[in-house]
């Protein structure tokens, strides 16, 4: 795979290409899927796991839409100018939900639709438009059907001196329709202390620590972390990839590969849900999401291998939140956690130092400036973990100290093959013995006097 080369480290391949595992031609087709040697025949997975979310919705039936095509000579024309351009199954998704409204409420089908008038479609469009202008959806959304709406008619003929002339609505700048809090570190650390389960608190640590989107986080399986967290490391890598589409459309956010870390703490409380998670259900497969769903509407034999839902993952954040007394906690969202995440990123280092702006857009995920991206090196994925742990996620001093400490330790051991860890302990105790020495000496002392 072109986008998944310049991130593979090893044998077991963290960038795994899910579709050539999983044996995934079309997953909105594929009804069961079978996972390929060398895992074993325990390990069918049915379609629903991974594409639970790309069920035919209404809106396919009615623009008679099978995968990449469609009977409407229009909407066929809007689906191969989509194939063209990125191919992504979100945005394949938004125009089809708008046309379908726009029909709705037109009561025109598509082919219809695209043979009106040039000044009827104008109003037709506009008129769509103001309704949703009401004060109840943002005016990026509103801008947003106004786009997608040119874009269904450019490709049918409405471009030149043809192209629509439609009114979009004013949107000053910093504009929200909805607020939000973004909570401060220590806030973030009494929320993950406050959730209600080892996976909710995985979670809260996660997101703060990563930066990852809502999406990228719940199309997380257990492979892609499985051989570090095996292998023992504190800053566990997480591979962000376009396959992850497969589990999610909206993951991997314009089909940018990328990857970034977990804190110490976030590894740890990751282990311990994991490992809850294996006495309950026996077993972790590595096809099975990271936070699975545990969902208790869903019966129990599935809940190990449903994906969570957005909103479930917002609700996970927010009752965190309002557990924690955060102030307007109905305002912390996922997204806030990744703003806390980019605030660590610009933030002083343990050492004093600042993150290279370049390492701080590749572990949000941002594409670099100009020319930087092509000469940026991600293929050092250790040099890029040490940068990572510079990162101040302490919730006191004294942690960030002691990262130092080992930092320093480790450095002037490279390559020796002694464990730095170790040698901290061993200087621990020679200190103590040391200090026992000198108390037993000055109370001898001080009996002899």
């Known amino acids: 795979m072109k986008y998944l080369s310049p991130l593979k480290q090893n044998p077991e391949n963290l960038f795994t290409d899910v579709k050539a595992l999983c044996g995934i031609e079309n997953a909105a087709d594929a009804a069961v899927v079978t996972v390929k040697a060398p895992v074993t025949a325990a390990d069918t997975i049915n379609a629903d796991v991974i594409t639970d979310s790309m069920k035919a919705p209404k809106y396919t039936e009615y623009l008679k839409v099978d995968g990449w095509t469609s009977d409407y000579v229009s909407i066929n024309l809007l689906l191969k100018h989509l194939s063209r351009k990125s191919r992504s199954e979100a945005s ?82 910093r504009y929200r329709k909805r607020p939000e809090y973004i ?80 804190c110490d703490e976030a590894t740890q409380a990751l282990k311990l849900y994991l490992r809850e998670r294996e006495e309950k259900y026996s077993r972790i497969r590595g096809h099975e999401p990271l936070f699975a769903s545990d969902y208790n509407q869903v019966p129990r034999e599935e809940r190990n291998s449903k994906i969570m839902s957005p909103r479930q993952l917002q609700q996970v954040v927010k009752q965190a939140a309002r557990r924690a007394g955060t102030p307007k906690w109905r305002n912390v969202t996922p997204h806030c956690l990744r703003k806390a995440f980019e605030t ?42 040490a940068e990572y742990a510079k990162l101040n996620f302490g919730r006191v001093i004294v942690e960030n100290k002691f990262k130092i400490l080992r930092m320093a330790v480790a450095r002037a051991f490279e390559g020796s093959g002694i464990d730095p860890d170790r040698v901290i302990e061993e200087y621990v105790q020679m200190r103590r013995a040391k200090s026992s020495r000198r108390e037993l000496v000055e109370s001898k002392n001080l009996v002899l006097m």
Request: charged fraction near 25%; charge should be positive; include cysteine.
């Open 92 to 173: 394949r998704r938004a125009y089809l939900r708008q046309v379908y409204s726009f029909c709705i409420s037109t009561r025109l089908t598509p082919d219809e639709l695209a043979k009106s008038p040039k000044n009827r479609i104008e109003k037709l469009v506009q008129e769509h438009a103001d309704k949703y202008n009401d004060g109840k959806h943002s005016i990026r959304y509103v801008n947003n059907i106004i786009h997608l709406l040119k874009t269904f008619f450019k490709v049918n003929g409405f471009k030149g001196a043809k192209t629509l002339d439609i009114e979009s609505y004013y949107m000053p700048s």
């Open 183 to 262: 909570p401060k570190k220590h806030e973030i650390y009494v929320m993950a202390d406050s959730s209600c389960s080892l996976r909710d608190r995985a979670i809260i640590l996660t997101l703060y620590s990563s930066g990852l989107r809502n999406s990228t986080l719940r199309a997380l399986l257990y492979r892609d972390v499985e051989y570090e967290l095996k292998k023992g490391i504190d800053n566990v890598m997480i591979p962000v990839y376009p396959e992850m589409k497969l589990v999610d459309p909206n993951a991997c956010k314009n089909n940018i590969p990328y990857y970034t870390f977990f």
């Open 344 to 385: 660590v990123l610009h933030s002083e280092l343990i050492d004093g130092g600042r993150l290279d702006p370049k390492i701080q857009d590749f572990f949000i995920g941002h594409i670099l400036p100009g020319s930087q991206d092509a000469y940026f090196d991600q293929t050092d994925i250790e040099q890029l973990r």
